[in-house]
């Protein structure tokens, strides 16, 4: 049996899993991502190859890849790549990687072939491989976490753009955003720009039971405390998630003018609260996109989870290595 390892790294964790050729997770793992200062010793770069080594060398991974044949890493990375030398151009949520071999690192340690990728085009390979986009040949992946990543599926291919969804301009002179520019979409609309929006209301006086959370100091609330808190019924956070949903629909409109797409999917940390900003979603759709562009769009959720970046980085490994997506093609 053939093996890849699939690696995820984002924002805020990465995920590390060993996949079979037809798309079966047989190990995973989540880890911190981790994060360093740039007058530390130690690198990123150097710790994610520790973190690979640990997972590799538990007693778990070690009798699933016994009988098998491991043949490379599959790796997606939050941030612009260089797929021909195998570097980070530019990661504004990892920015200690700016600049990092991050191929050559990997191969150099594990002495096995590395594809690297950008997190959100891997995300979109694992929905098209085994998950929501299987019968879709035109699709938007969009992936909500610590920022905001876009994948594409084009033809039935994966699209080797950039696709910096989340960097489009949606607000003349808006927010300011990591990347450098002013009004992306990722500062309205992603668990950054949530917490963001809710310190700021906060710092204003607005009456919330996010006021009360980390023993008052609301300066550490995290997207998931808004999260429950908003599934308790308290208006400010479900308003963050509601504007948040307003913006993503406007993001979607501005996609489904441009490219003929049959479906958005939707997936990251925070699809959790699906059920509270999907409506403002396809209320800016119906508002912005073309009636005969949008009309039979449909706008899903991930049928992966969690693991979508991970298992695509290991679909992605089949493909360039062997030829082949895998058998559930």
Not at 62 to 88: M, P
Not at 96 to 122: Q, Y
Not at 236 to 252: C, D, K, N, T, Y
Request: charge should be negative.
């Amino acid at each position: 049996m053939k093996i890849a390892i699939g690696m995820d790294i984002g924002g805020t964790n990465t995920k590390i899993l060993l996949a079979s050729e037809d798309g079966n997770v047989l190990g995973r793992q989540q880890v911190p991502t981790p994060v360093v200062s740039p007058d530390k010793a130690e690198k990123t770069e150097a710790l994610l190859v520790k973190k690979l080594r640990d997972f590799l060398d538990e007693d778990s991974t070690r009798s699933l890849i016994s009988d098998a044949s491991v043949i490379g890493i599959g790796i997606g990375i939050a941030g612009l790549v260089d797929r021909e030398s195998g570097r980070v151009i530019q990661s504004p949520n990892i920015p200690a990687l700016n600049g990092v071999p991050v191929r050559e690192i990997f191969e150099k340690e594990f002495s096995l072939p590395v594809v690297l990728e950008n997190d959100a085009n891997t995300y979109a390979y694992g929905e098209k491989w085994v998950g929501a986009g299987k019968d879709f040949d035109n699709f938007v992946v969009l992936t909500l976490g610590t920022g905001l990543g876009g994948g594409i599926i084009y033809h039935g291919e994966l699209y080797e753009g950039p696709a910096e969804i989340g960097h489009m301009t949606v607000v003349s002179s808006g927010r300011y955003c990591t990347c450098g520019s002013y009004g992306c979409l990722e500062s309205y609309a992603s668990g950054r720009a949530i917490v963001d929006r809710a310190i700021s209301s906060l710092e204003k006086g607005a009456e919330s039971l996010l006021a009360k959370c980390c023993h008052g100091n609301f300066y550490k609330i995290t997207p998931q405390f808004i999260y429950e808190t908003a599934f308790e019924g308290d208006n400010l956070s479900r308003e963050v998630f509601r504007e948040a949903g307003q913006f993503l629909g406007i993001g979607i409109a501005n996609l489904i003018n441009i490219l003929n797409l049959e479906a958005v999917i939707i997936g990251g940390g925070l699809v959790g609260a699906w059920e509270i900003f999907i409506e403002d979603i396809r209320k800016e759709v119906l508002k912005r996109a073309f009636k005969g562009l949008s009309s039979n769009v449909k706008i899903m959720k991930s049928a992966l989870s969690k693991d979508a970046g991970s298992i695509g980085a290991a679909g992605l490994l089949f493909k360039r290595v062997t030829g082949t997506m895998g058998a559930s093609s």
